[in-house]
């Protein structure tokens, strides 16, 4: 572990680019004292001091209380799919398997869906594998896993849930906490993210 006065001698010798990167993309995992430095480094250097709200918002501890709050709010938004809000969002991994030819498609798409259009989602998804996942070498050997793993999901389904929801806000923490954990906020945060596993 580097001694923080050395830290501190190395920062002053980065680039602004790079204190803006870290700032932005990697302060979620400093300690302390190094979050300190990096924002006395802001300061000095003149750099836009939204930097600093972000670095805040982005590494202060998620509290259980928090979590529940942002994790409730998300439960009862629209589903991004149906847009019906008759039921519950949950988290899904859907895993699909497509073979051509030579070589196959394995994909996993993290999604918040009602329990309806996960369910529609996820029997697409295994009728998909099942017909279209077994005509290639890499595909034969890949469509039983994904399967299997599939079934074996179905039991787990509320703890996949619930591991989606607390990667999802521990990703977004600095986003949830600048924008708000109003309805629109987070709306837009779940529609991103599930774009982004298309």
């Known amino acids: 572990m580097y001694d923080i006065e050395e830290i501190r001698e190395n920062y002053k010798d980065l680039y602004d680019e790079k204190i803006i990167q870290i700032a932005r993309n ?3 995992g400093l300690r302390p004292d190094v979050l300190e430095v990096l ?3 802001i300061i000095k250097r003149k750099l836009d001091l939204t930097l600093i709200t972000w670095v805040e918002a982005e590494s202060k501890q998620i509290t259980d209380i928090e979590k529940e709050e942002i994790v409730k709010t998300i439960k009862n938004l629209p589903c991004p799919n149906c847009h019906s809000t008759k039921q519950e969002l949950r ?3 859907i895993n699909t398997v497509v073979s051509i030819i030579i ?3 394995d994909t996993t798409e ?3 869906l009602c329990r309806e259009c996960g369910k529609k989602k996820k029997i697409t998804s ?3 594998t099942l017909f279209l996942g077994l005509w290639s070498k890499r595909g034969i050997i890949i469509t039983p896993f994904t399967l299997l793993k599939d079934i074996i999901n179905l039991f787990l389904a509320n703890k996949i849930s619930n591991r989606i929801f607390d990667e999802f806000i521990e990703e977004n ?3 949830i906490r600048l924008r708000g ?3 629109k906020a987070l709306t837009s945060l779940v529609n991103n993210f599930n774009k982004k596993t298309e």
């Open 126 to 128: 295994i009728i998909k």
């Open 91 to 93: 988290g899904y991994e």
């Open 103 to 105: 070589d196959c498609i």
């Open 26 to 28: 990697e302060s979620k």
């Open 39 to 41: 924002k006395n480094e």
């Open 173 to 175: 923490i600095g986003r």
């Open 181 to 183: 954990k109003t309805d």
């Open 110 to 112: 993290i999604r918040f």
